[in-house]
């Protein structure tokens, strides 16, 4: 079994679209093993996307991330990485499959309502910077 985090974003929080969201990864597989609703600052964002610092986009990226609380999860399945990532679609909702949760609640490339890591080593370093062992089931 492996874990991946996901990331519902400012955007679909302020919608109250968490409850869809989880539910769309449950049904697609992936179990919750780590959930909490937290509102990041500004510094704490930076730290997370760090890999990006160098690219265009950080500083509004990171301002995205902190303008409002966001939803860290730990999700664990079979293959969860790559599922996840088959659930949220394509970065650019534009471009996302029907019924992707980008498809359906994103609204540009960089507020497009989630997050998923993109392979093991960033799974573990994102699980990592957002919860302990004590706050992860299983």
């Known amino acids: 079994m492996e874990k991946t985090l996901g990331i519902i974003k400012p955007n679909a929080v302020g919608k109250n679209l968490v409850g869809p969201i989880i539910r769309m ?28 610092r160098e690219r265009p986009f950080f500083g509004s990226l990171t301002k995205f991330m902190s303008e409002g609380p966001i939803v860290v999860i730990v ?30 609640f994103g609204e540009n490339i960089e507020r497009n309502s989630a997050h998923g890591s993109d392979s093991p080593e960033s799974a573990e370093y994102e699980i990592g910077y957002f919860f302990s062992d004590l706050e992860q089931v299983g």
């Open 25 to 52: 990864a449950e049904e697609s597989g992936l179990s919750v093993k780590g959930l909490k609703m937290i509102h990041l600052s500004t510094e704490q964002a930076e730290g997370f996307y760090y890999v990006h």
């Open 75 to 104: 999700f664990q399945g079979e293959a969860a990485i790559e599922k996840w990532r088959k659930v949220m679609g394509a970065t650019d909702p534009e471009q996302a499959e029907e019924g992707t949760i980008r498809k359906l």
